[in-house]
């Protein structure tokens, strides 16, 4: 049976905030932000007054109103979030649709019941779950949301937060995906410079990546990024019930208003897009040889037939074409050519059926 919740995937720096903004204005709703952060463990009640995006200096729209008022219901006394493990963060981030993990199911099923005995829809919108959309949707259905952005711009977004020459918490977070996907070991290896030992708690996992790689080069930065942004949205988009194009969001009133359209009938919220602005693109130039880079990631993850095949997510060769022009084109099947004219809207399970009906045709 379905939660009747909405689920927002994305990585980090991809207009998820804003997103969930103008879903937290709809009514009705109860939309939790990042809750899958490892702060949530040890929030309190005065942590969560004093945290708004007018002072997080991360360029967040909200002003005054606390990121974390929603989660108020939902505190332990003795502190944190009730039944939020820290280890939720990303330990279980790559977890596969059919394990098991009773603990975290047990957390989301408790904020999903907080909002519905409130006669509130449940919305959950973090940066945190692109890796675990299966399982999610597996266990509470709903409906199912991953936000897409130029990779390129994203990582510009992390790199531009950087107060001197070592990495953001941002950047430590892919070290730490790559270094643990275990589907990719081949690859991440390749990536990363060989294998290395990441035991203990999040903190004690970035701690250690910190040091390893505070002065490693940009390029390997953009890399990992690539790396963990490819495998998380080829792990995301066949769940996902509509797919939003972030940059298109920005500056396409007539698809802002599409969007809107297609959540209202997918989850019965319409949040209002009309005041979404496109970042201005990043003034400085990407301090890498990004298009090299990015293929040599293609390359070691073995991944050009899942982003250039007849069964690739569209969006993903969009986003990636100026990188990818110097690789063979692959003959685009009719389902393709579709959801391309669709301009990205059609999710990956709609891909999927639609797929499957013209397979049967």
Sequence with gaps: MSSGAVFIHSGWRCSST???HRFR???????????WHEQLARVTAEAILAETPENSGLR???????????FEVVLDPAGGVRGFDASFALDRYWIEPEASDLAQQAYVQGLIDAARSRDEIPVLACCRTLGRAGWLKRRFGGFHIVLVRDPIQQWLSFYSLRRRPRPTYFELCHYVLLSEMTACRVAARRVLGGD???????????AVVRRRFKRSPARLSFQVFLAVWLASHLKALPHADLVIDVDRLARDQAYARDVEGAIAAGSGLRPDFSDCRAPAPHGIAPPVEWRQAARAVVDAMDLREAIVGPGAPPILFRKLAPALAALPDARAGITMRIAEALGGLIGGAALARLQARVRRA
């Design 18 to 20: 804003y997103i969930w």
């Design 25 to 35: 204005a709809a009514p009705n709703v109860r939309a939790y932000y990042e809750p």
């Design 60 to 70: 967040h729209p909200g002003g005054n109103e606390p990121y974390l008022k929603e």
């Design 196 to 206: 290395f030992e990441s035991a203990g708690s999040l903190a004690q996992r970035l």
